[in-house]
């Protein structure tokens, strides 16, 4: 048996989810059924993260295990052939120690969230960022941004369905820079809450309106209560752009 670590890029749009569900197609699915028609094994994918509906993937990291003897090329190769026309590609195929686990070895994830700050309606980046018509102050968002780095009760964004045992988290780095009509929101740490990207880039959208203060986010942040949000931002702009793992 040997253990293959992907790099996994996929437009969220067609998919429930990378999680496989009873309801509706994933991403995790579609590549399980592309390893199975390559090999005829069932086998298992695990994920460094478990995005939602409509969430994109730069750099998803993901492994299995394959019994067949296959290189990494071949078999990548071989998943890109079988999962087209689906917007899923293999970027990366390595073999890597039986230790080495997607989810569990990670020490680091990275999202990015993307608005588009205009009137005029989005063509290109339809369903792949979030557009706010009013004018965005990016200055006060990355301030207020600020006051969410460090070891937190994320209970506020936390989504009501987390399975998280913990709603204690330690947030490396929340960013808000603007780049002509675009806000570009990353964030980084060891791990995130179900919906808590979202959550903060909602509620930052309103700081930028002028809707919220600082101290709003701060309020926000010490009620430790999902009520006390003020917006969940949609999936469309969230994209997982890379885990990191050790050495």
């Known amino acids: 048996m040997t253990r293959f670590a992907l790099t996994v890029e996929f437009d969220g749009r067609p998919f429930m989810g990378w999680q496989r569900q009873a309801h509706g197609p994933s991403v995790q699915q579609a590549i399980e059924e592309a390893v199975f028609a390559i090999t005829s094994e069932r086998t298992i994918l695990h994920a460094a993260g478990r995005t939602d509906a409509g969430v994109h993937g730069l750099a998803m ?27 899923v590609a293999i970027l990366g195929c390595e073999i890597v120690p039986d230790d080495c686990h997607a989810r569990f070895s990670c020490v680091g994830r990275f999202y990015e969230y993307r608005i588009v700050n205009r009137r005029a309606p989005l063509t290109l980046e339809a369903g792949r960022a979030w557009q706010i018509r009013p004018n965005l102050d990016h200055i006060a968002m990355h301030e207020a941004a600020q006051i969410l780095v460090g070891h937190h009760d994320f209970t506020t964004f936390r989504s009501v369905q987390c399975q998280s045992q913990s709603p204690v988290k330690t947030l490396d780095r929340l960013d808000v820079e603007r780049d002509g009509e675009h806000i570009l929101i990353q964030a980084a740490a060891r791990s995130f809450l179900h919906h808590q990207v979202r959550s903060m880039v909602g509620c930052l959208a309103l700081v930028g309106m002028d809707k919220w203060s600082a101290h709003d986010m701060r309020h926000a942040l010490e009620a430790k209560d999902r009520q006390a949000l003020g917006l969940n931002a949609p999936p469309d702009g969230l994209y997982f752009v890379r885990a990191d793992y050790p050495g």
């Not at 003897?69 to 689906?86: D, H, S, V």
């Open 61 to 87: 990291r993901a492994h299995l295990d394959i019994a067949k003897a296959i290189t990494p090329f071949r078999l990548m190769e071989g998943l890109n052939a079988k999962l087209r026309p689906q917007p």
